[in-house]
Nanobody
Framework: VQLQASGGGLVQPGDSLRLSCATSGRTFANYHAGWFRQAPGKEREFVAGIRRSGDATYYADYVKGRFTISRLNAKNTVYLQMNSLKPEDTAVYYC????????????????????WGKGTQVTVSS
């Protein structure tokens, strides 16, 4: 499956952005999906994950309550709604997909994702 993230940009602290990840190539509904991010000089870190059916979502503590992951399988797309953005949210954001069976135990492990898209830059600055 191919993934393409979009929707990044330069925003001020407290603003909102919605990232989209369009997929193609295989039946997206067969894959769990996640968002990761990587800031300069830091390792890639988990942001949010969603089961293939959309019936369960997972968040990193540092975005819980501010970010919302969702998916629309009919449009082969996963979204990340980001509210109350902070400067520390500045990073390149990547979407990823996995067919792993035990997603509840793997959603935050980048190594368990089979497919990655190119990232989209999010910069939060005043």
């Amino acid at each position: 499956v191919q993934l393409q993230a979009s929707g990044g940009g330069l925003v001020q602290p407290g603003d909102s952005l919605r990232l989209s990840c369009a997929t193609s190539g295989r039946t997206f509904a067969n894959y769990h999906a996640g968002w990761f991010r990587q800031a300069p000089g830091k390792e890639r870190e988990f942001v949010a994950g969603i089961r293939r059916s959309g019936d369960a979502t997972y968040y990193a503590d540092y975005v819980k309550g501010r970010f919302t992951i969702s998916r629309l399988n009919a449009k082969n797309t996963v979204y990340l709604q980001m509210n109350s953005l902070k400067p520390e949210d500045t990073a390149v954001y990547y979407c990823a997909a996995t067919s792993t069976v035990s997603y509840s135990g793997a959603y935050d492990n980048a190594r368990r994702y089979n497919y990655w898209g190119k990232g989209t830059q999010v910069t939060v600055s005043s």
